[in-house]
């Protein structure tokens, strides 16, 4: 990255052939660089049929060190509410469950359950993985009463913390991956 803090990161490009290039100095890879998109080389590498692809990519930063245009991507405008208040949620499934006090957009509420499913799967033994996966990975989003969420953060379970390169401050924990197989180790 160049410039400091608050400034726009360094772009990688990636080609088709998944290499990256990027204006940043770059660290040793152990792969040789790929041809500059845009050129025969490039085009050669392409599967018959198809066009090099481009993709840039920036390396995670505060949201206001972004271009704008990249910062139009970020998932938004997915507010929901719901009509009416989720059932409870099953004690036999996996539970993710929402920090009541963090205010996060749907995106980021996304990306936060989908950190805390990870943790929960790493937690877990290859059998308990396998009944997890036998049953479609069924699982369930909830907030919790600022109470219930106190309880679950200092319960043991798996607890998700921002990096906080985005919305929220870093540190802040925003999910609970509660997991039966999990809640009954910590029961024994």
């Known amino acids: 990255m160049t410039g400091g803090a608050g400034s726009a990161p360094d772009a990688a490009e990636v080609t088709d ?3 990256a290039e990027s204006t ?13 998109a845009g050129t025969a080389a490039a085009a050669a590498a392409a599967p018959a049929g198809t066009a090099p692809a481009e993709v840039r990519v920036f390396p995670p930063v505060p949201l206001d060190g972004w271009p704008k245009d990249l910062a139009r991507l970020q998932v938004s405008g997915t507010e929901l509410d719901d009509p009416e ?6 004690p036999a499934r996996p539970v993710l469950w929402l920090n009541p006090d963090v205010a996060m957009s749907a995106g980021k509420a996304m990306a936060q359950a989908g950190h ?52 929220i401050a870093p540190g802040s924990a925003t999910v609970v991956a509660d997991h039966p197989a999990l809640r009954a180790r910590l029961s024994a």
């Open 24 to 36: 940043a100095p770059a660290a040793p890879t152990g792969t040789a660089p790929a041809a500059p």
């Open 17 to 19: 052939t998944g290499h």
């Open 85 to 90: 208040p989720a059932p409870p949620a099953d």
């Open 116 to 167: 805390g499913a990870q943790l929960a799967w790493w937690e877990l033994s290859p059998d308990e993985r396998a009944a997890w996966r036998a049953d479609g990975f069924a699982l369930a989003v909830r907030t919790p009463s600022r109470e219930e969420w106190k309880r679950l953060a200092e319960s043991g379970l798996p607890v998700v913390r921002d990096a906080g390169f985005t919305e």
